[in-house]
């Protein structure tokens, strides 16, 4: 008796490579961001590589759509491969999407301060970024206005503490966000300003970003100044806004903490009693 070969359905070679290119660009999206937050590289390699990334889960949802409708034409193996390849995709292309609305939406700026007239200055950065980056000096008036329109909430910090007391508050701040510091000196009164200088990192990909905090004694309180700028790129994305309003709003928080004092409880001297008997009996 002859054995029946029972065919197997044929599968769709476009739906399978589809997922081959989304599983891909898994790896090269880790490498990029490996090789952005260990600064092996500069900026432009890092982000030619996240592009590159990108583009193939562009491709690779183009493909599986394609391979969608060979399926079902053609009553074909490969659904789950094609939906695989779409959901990795998108997936990658999600956060990169999310950024491209906000880049629509806000200026493309990449320099915030709480001071346009007279923003702290970088002193220690110029020597740490490359002549690829941005410069270190402020755009001026226009970047003044159009950071107006869009974060009309980015103003100084005025406390009624003292200059060193909020001085030791954004210390603390910076130091609890683990930003490199790379340049310090307290206030001395009637003399000079306090100032910091850090670097921060962006979260995903680790952009170095640097901030700069200028604390002036303004009489019996102070005044308290926040530039933050990117080093690369024209747009922020609003990050830079975002990390002055927190960083202003933790020190204002830990410079107006009191203290609490102890109370000191009065010591009672209390006359022993002649009479044991007049003792309340002991259980």
Do not use: C
Request: charged content about 25%; overall charge positive.
């Amino acid at each position: 008796m002859a054995r029946r070969r029972i065919a197997e359905e044929p599968a769709s070679r476009l739906a399978i490579w589809a997922r081959r290119l989304a599983v891909f660009s898994l790896p090269v999206v880790m490498l990029a961001i490996i090789i952005a937050r260990a600064g092996l590289l500069e900026i432009q390699p890092v982000l030619a590589t996240f592009a590159a990334a990108l583009a193939m889960a562009v491709i690779a949802i183009l493909m599986a759509l394609v391979a969608l409708g060979s399926v079902w034409r053609h009553g074909i193996e490969g659904l789950g491969a094609a939906i695989t390849a779409i959901l990795i995709g998108i997936a990658l292309l999600a956060y990169p999407a999310y950024l491209g609305t906000k880049a629509f939406r806000l200026p493309a700026i990449a320099d915030i301060t709480t001071d346009p007239i007279d923003p702290p200055r970088f002193e220690t950065v110029g020597r740490l970024r490359s002549r690829e980056a941005n410069p270190i000096v402020y755009a001026g008036l226009y970047a003044a206005e159009l950071q107006k329109a869009a974060y009309p909430d980015v103003v100084p910090l005025e406390t009624t503490t003292s200059a060193q007391t909020a001085y030791d508050a954004a210390r603390a701040v910076i130091t609890k966000r683990r930003w490199q510091v790379i340049n310090e000196r307290p206030p001395q009164p009637g003399r000079r300003d306090g100032y910091i200088e850090a670097v921060a990192r962006t979260p995903i990909m680790g952009f170095r970003d640097d901030v700069a905090v200028r604390i002036r004694a303004i009489g019996q309180g102070a005044r308290v100044d926040v530039r933050s700028a990117s080093r690369y790129g024209r747009h922020d994305f609003g990050t830079n806004a975002a990390r002055v309003r927190v960083l202003l709003d933790d020190i204002d928080d830990i410079a107006n903490v009191e203290k609490p004092e102890k109370a000191v409880r009065p010591v009672q001297k209390t006359n022993q009693p002649a009479n044991k008997a007049n003792q309340p009996a002991k259980r």
